[in-house]
């Protein structure tokens, strides 16, 4: 399997620019927000067991997950956050294994995973966690920007994530995204180039049956 680089960062911080640059690059990218996606879209795979646990009610004419009536139903009880995230997580991880396993052409592999620093489910899938990082007035001027959220509503989803610090302490490197674009992607492209190496120099390791020879600072798969 091709090295595995978690992407991750808060709300607003970037991954989605930044995942864009790796694959203008040719990285092979597996987005765990767009499997979810597909998942509850129609005829998505976790859809019969969403319908089974909340009822039509939630939805859509087209047999797609009707996010709004979700999000409603989860914000009066957390208990059926949890139930849904019990449905989907597992498929999610099944699906963005496969995903990554598939793409061992490529010269390395960006697996997007906002949550990843909270989730050890995925910090023991990547070989080394690449963070997009920017303080939070900027995050939250982003997603004002984007979107009807108010400063609050942001700052509630915030609260939710690990903290910057805890992003920090986990990643084993760090793309800044305070400047401007331009910036961002000549960062961007000194790391792809670094990670072609490392994944060229994981692959003779891989092939033996022997032990992956690019661990990260800390080596995390098992
Ligand atoms: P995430 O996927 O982490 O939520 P995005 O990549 O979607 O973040 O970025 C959030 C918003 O900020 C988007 O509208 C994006 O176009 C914008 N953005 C990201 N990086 C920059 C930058 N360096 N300069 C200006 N706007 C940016």
């Known amino acids: 399997m091709s090295l595995v680089v978690g992407l991750t960062g808060g709300i607003g911080s970037g991954k989605t620019t930044v995942a864009d640059f790796f694959a203008g690059l040719g990285a092979a990218v597996v987005?765990?927000?767009?499997?979810?996606?597909?998942?509850?879209?129609?005829?998505g795979a976790a859809m019969p067991a969403i319908v089974e646990a909340f009822g039509g009610a939630v939805v859509r004419g087209d047999g797609g997950l009707d996010r709004a009536?979700?999000?409603r139903l989860c914000f009066s009880d957390p208990a059926r956050r949890e139930r849904l995230e019990a449905i989907?997580?597992?498929l999610i991880r099944r699906e963005s294994v496969a995903r990554c396993e598939r793409a061992d052409r490529a010269p390395y592999v960006l697996l997007v995973v906002p949550l990843l620093v909270e989730s050890g489910a995925y910090r023991d899938r990547v070989d080394r966690i690449l963070l997009v990082d920017c303080d939070e007035a900027l995050q939250i001027a982003r997603v004002m920007a984007r979107s009807a959220l108010s400063e609050d509503e942001v700052r509630a989803?915030?609260?939710?994530q690990a903290s910057r610090a805890e992003r920090l302490a986990a990643a084993d490197d760090v793309l800044s995204n305070t400047g401007a674009r331009d910036e961002l992607r000549a960062a961007v492209l000194i790391l792809h180039r670094r990670y072609v190496e490392l994944g060229?120099?994981?692959?003779p390791a891989a092939a033996d049956g022997g032990a992956r020879g690019v661990p990260g600072e800390n080596q995390k798969r098992s």
Request: glycine share 0%; hydrophobic share 45%.
């Open 31 to 43: 987005d765990t927000d767009a499997i979810a996606h597909e998942l509850t879209s129609a005829r």
């Open 69 to 71: 009536a979700m999000r």
């Open 88 to 90: 989907l997580h597992p």
């Open 157 to 160: 989803i915030m609260a939710t």
């Open 200 to 203: 060229r120099r994981a692959r």
